[in-house]
């Protein structure tokens, strides 16, 4: 397996536009998660999926922010307009259905500059 | 809400020595994860306690789970350079799905 797959791994790109960021998760996993990494706050949830059904989006910053997950396969991490406070490495994670007790697959992350 | 404190946020320590990170959840646990962050990497999964008590072994790691099932420790003998990165813990609360990490300890060492 090849793993949570994140796209692109670095994104430079100027305030005000929109960025867009990828994840597939891997197969047969039913839940996926996104993460932001700052130095300030360490990992914070942003949002996480079960069976593609957005559970929990209280992490989401503001409404600049928004996430999909139109299949098993494949979901996105917008943010529009972007910020420069915006920059970050965003982590998308993944993990196995059933039992609560595995532990999370994270992808490489995409690092995110916003000028 | 829940909160995740880790303590210390950063340690240097000379190779060979030892080091120790420790976990404090604002509430009571129904497991503990802990990961381990590379430079320039991303988070890897080490290991999960669930039960109040628990110790496990992985070589030189050794990660406890408090009695009272609120905190955690993550012990490593004899560093080697290797060892180098960020560890987080991340405590699941009963009855939620969702993990919240703690800040990390960067650990760094002189070879």
């Known amino acids: 397996d090849a793993g949570v797959i994140q796209s692109p791994r670095h994104e430079v790109t100027e305030m005000g536009q929109e960025v867009t960021l990828r994840c597939k998760p891997i197969s047969g996993h039913n839940s996926l998660f996104w993460y932001r990494q700052t130095m300030m706050r360490g990992l914070e949830l942003l949002i996480y999926?079960?069976?593609?059904?957005?559970?929990?989006d209280s992490g989401m910053p503001e409404d600049r922010f928004s996430a999909k997950m139109p299949n098993a396969s494949f979901s996105t991490l917008k943010i529009q307009p972007s910020e420069p406070r915006d920059s970050a490495v965003y982590f998308c994670a993944s993990r196995a259905p059933g039992l609560r007790n595995y532990g999370y697959t994270f992808g490489s992350g995409t690092r995110l500059t916003v000028v | 809400g829940q909160q995740v404190m880790q303590i210390p946020q950063y340690q240097h320590v000379q190779e060979g020595e030892d080091f120790t990170t420790y976990c404090n959840s604002s509430t009571t646990l129904s497991n503990i994860q802990w990961y381990k962050k590379r430079p320039g990497g991303h988070p890897v999964f080490l290991i999960q306690l669930v039960k109040s008590g628990e110790v496990k072994k992985q070589k030189r790691l050794t990660f406890q789970f408090g009695e009272a099932k609120k905190n955690s420790s993550l012990h490593i003998t004899a560093t080697q350079t290797t060892d180098v990165g960020t560890y987080f813990c991340a405590g699941l609360n009963q009855g939620a799905q969702k993990l919240v990490f703690g800040q990390g300890t960067r650990l760094t060492i002189n070879p």
């Open positions: 999926f079960n069976n593609n059904v957005p559970i929990d």
